[in-house]
C-alpha cells in the first residue's frame, strides 16, 4: 500500500477540543473522568465516564441545525471543521465529487432517539420529530458532515464495535490508493452518556464499577482492574495522496503505511484468549507498510481493563515482537478520558501521532501493578522517545482485531 498523508487533525474529547489542549491535557496526564450528572445515573452499576460539558462554546452549527441532529453528529460536524482548517483546506475549491467521508461509531445517536422515544408514549406519534428517522442511526454524521459541505464522493460508516473508526481510517487508506478520490474525512464519533446508551454498556458487562473514585477507575493492564470507563468525542483526520499533499504545499503531521484486520470467530461477544488472530493482523499490518518489528517505536494499546481483553492483547504483542517489546514503550492514553468505542481508534491514532510530534509517549494512567511484567509499559509520566513508526491497536467485540501502521510526518 502506498503511504497516505494525513494533512488536518480535527478532536472533540473530554482532555480539551482542539489538537493544542487536547495535547496539553496529555501531556500532563490529567484524568477527565467523573460522575455523571447530566441525568440521573444512581441506579446503573456504573455511573462514570469521561464527559464533554461544553459543547457549544466551540460550535459554529446553527440552533435550527442542532434541533434536528443527535450530539454524535454534533461532535462530527465540529471535529471535520477543526480537521479542514488545520489542513488548510477550503471545501470550496475541491471537486465535491472526488472527497469522501469515512467514519465509524458503535451505538449511534441514543440522546435522540431516547428523547423522541419518549415522547413517543407519552404524546403519541404527533410527540415525535420527523427528524427521529434519520437523527439517530449510525450514517447519521456521514450524511450531516456531506450536507454540510456539500461532499458528494464514495463515501463509507463502519459499524464494529470499538474497532469502527479505525477500520474507517484503513479502509479509507485503500480507497485512496485506488484513485477514487482526491481527499477523505476519516475518524469517528460517539456519544454513549445517555440513560439508555449507558444502560447497554453496563450490560455488555466491561464497565468498572468503581464509581466512588472515578479518576482512579480506569485502570488497564493493571491488577486491580475492574473494566473500562465510556467516554464521548470525535476524530476526524484529512486524508490525501502524498504527492497531492506536496503539490498544494501542505506539510503531512503523520503517514499511514500499513493496515489490516482480522476476526478471532470464537464467540459473538467475548474475542479469543489466545491473542493469536490479533498477533495475525499486527504481522500483516507491518507488511503492508514494509516494517519490521525492530523499526516499531510505540505501540498504542487498546486496553479494555478487562482480564480477556488486556492479556489478550499482550500475548499477541508478545507473539510478534517477542524480545525486542522490553525496548519498545507502549501505553493506552485513553485511561485519561475514557474509551470513546467507536471513535477510539481515531482518537488513539491522532494522540499517537501528537506523540510523534512532540517525541513524547503519553501515560497509561493508573497502572501501579502491571498484571504481566516485562513489557515496557509508559505509566506516571510522559516519556521523552523519539517516535518514528507505530502501531495503533483497536478491537471490537466478538474478536474484532484491527491495527493500523502510522509513520511519522515532516512537521
Not at 31 to 45: G, L, N, Q
Not at 158 to 177: E, I
Not at 199 to 221: D, I, M, V, W
Amino acid at each position: 500500500m502506498a503511504k497516505i498523508a494525513i494533512t488536518g487533525i480535527g478532536i472533540v474529547s473530554p482532555s480539551g477540543i482542539g489538537k493544542r489542549q487536547f495535547w496539553a491535557n496529555i501531556k500532563a496526564g490529567r484524568s477527565f473522568i467523573k460522575e455523571i450528572t447530566r441525568f440521573d445515573a444512581s441506579k446503573y452499576p456504573s455511573r462514570i465516564a469521561g464527559q464533554i460539558d461544553e459543547l457549544n462554546k466551540y460550535s459554529n452549527i446553527s440552533e435550527r441545525l442542532l434541533k434536528k441532529i443527535d450530539a454524535f453528529s454534533h461532535m462530527a460536524l465540529i471535529a471535520s471543521e477543526l480537521a479542514l482548517k488545520d489542513g488548510g483546506i477550503d471545501i470550496k475549491d475541491e471537486d465535491p465529487n472526488l472527497v469522501g467521508i469515512f467514519l465509524g461509531n458503535a451505538i449511534g445517536g441514543w440522546l435522540y432517539a431516547e428523547t423522541e422515544l419518549r415522547d413517543l408514549y407519552l404524546e403519541g406519534r404527533e410527540g415525535v420529530s420527523p427528524y427521529m428517522a434519520s437523527a439517530w442511526f449510525p450514517a447519521a454524521p456521514q450524511g450531516q458532515v456531506s450536507i454540510y459541505y456539500g461532499i458528494k464522493g464514495f463515501s463509507k460508516t463502519v459499524v464494529a464495535d470499538r474497532a469502527g473508526s479505525l477500520m474507517a481510517l484503513g479502509y479509507a487508506a485503500k480507497v485512496l490508493n485506488k484513485n477514487k478520490l482526491n481527499m477523505i474525512l476519516g475518524g469517528g464519533m460517539e456519544a454513549p452518556v445517555t440513560p439508555y446508551a449507558l444502560l447497554c454498556c453496563n450490560t455488555y458487562g466491561a464497565l468498572s464499577k468503581n464509581n466512588t473514585h472515578p479518576q482512579e477507575a480506569y485502570r488497564p493492564f493493571d491488577k486491580k482492574r475492574d473494566g473500562c470507563v465510556i467516554g464521548e468525542g470525535a476524530g476526524i483526520v484529512v486524508m490525501e495522496g502524498i504527492e497531492r499533499a506536496n503539490k498544494r504545499g501542505a506539510k503531512p503531521l503523520a503517514y499511514i503505511s500499513g493496515y489490516s484486520a482480522t476476526c478471532d470467530g470464537v464467540d459473538r461477544i467475548n474475542c479469543s484468549g489466545d491473542g493469536k488472530e490479533l498477533a495475525r493482523a499486527i504481522k500483516m499490518a507491518l507488511s503492508e507498510a514494509k516494517a519490521n518489528v525492530d523499526e516499531i517505536d510505540y505501540i498504542s494499546l487498546d486496553g479494555l481493563a478487562t482480564d480477556l481483553w488486556d492479556d489478550s492483547e499482550v500475548k499477541a504483542i508478545k507473539t510478534v515482537f517477542a524480545g525486542k517489546l522490553k525496548d519498545i514503550p507502549i501505553s493506552c492514553p485513553k485511561s485519561m478520558f475514557g474509551n470513546l468505542l467507536g471513535a477510539s481508534g481515531a482518537v488513539d491514532m491522532i494522540t499517537t501521532i501528537l506523540a510523534m510530534e512532540h517525541a513524547l509517549v503519553p501515560v497509561t494512567l493508573n497502572l501501579d501493578e502491571p498484571n504481566i511484567e516485562g513489557l515496557n509499559y509508559v505509566t506516571r509520566e510522559v516519556k521523552e522517545h523519539k517516535i518514528n513508526k507505530a502501531l495503533v491497536i483497536s478491537r471490537g467485540r466478538g474478536g474484532i482485531n484491527s491495527v493500523l501502521v502510522v509513520e511519522k510526518g515532516e512537521n
